[in-house]
């Protein structure tokens, strides 16, 4: 099977349907942190709730447009990232994340994303790559800043998500200035 060395005991590796159990269970560890930021994670509520997610992304990355993984510290699912959206003809992708507690403040998702970002815009020639968070979500804010995106507006109550509408800042890393950042030595943002 497929996995990154995130960190000495960390693996990322694809997060596939048949894993729906272990997924919820991740769920309800993380859900008071994630809930307020993604859809899917209050729609994933039940076995049932948490394969469909799962299935939907396995059908994305069948049809090459969209993915998801997941990042195991010493063999429990703590968090993961995913291309929400991935569009090959247009060269643009949609980078999101998710952890629970006991993954947070040990650089994974930053590790993560930087290989996300590999994948996309070297290996395969996308030439953008977008990161969307609610303007309250600081946390995410961060991770765009320190991988060295470029804020690029912000989308005034553009998505309404529990009873909330949400003003939604969009960043972006563009293919050159990733590879300038990767062949200077050092990833953007580090």
Known sequence: MYAVALAEDVELRPLEPWRAGEFLEHMDRARAGIDPWIPWATRSTDLESARATLQKFADKQAADTGRIYGMWLRGTLVGGVMFVR??????????????????????????????????????RGLYRAEWWNSTVNLRSRAVARRLGMTLDGTLRAHTEHLGVRLDLEVWSMLAPEWRAAREAGAPAGS
């Open 86 to 123: 991935f569009d090959a003809e247009g060269g643009v992708c949609e980078i999101g994340v998710w952890t629970e507690p006991a993954a947070q403040g040990r650089g994974l998702v930053s590790a993560a994303v930087r290989h996300l970002l590999d994948y996309a815009l070297v290996e």
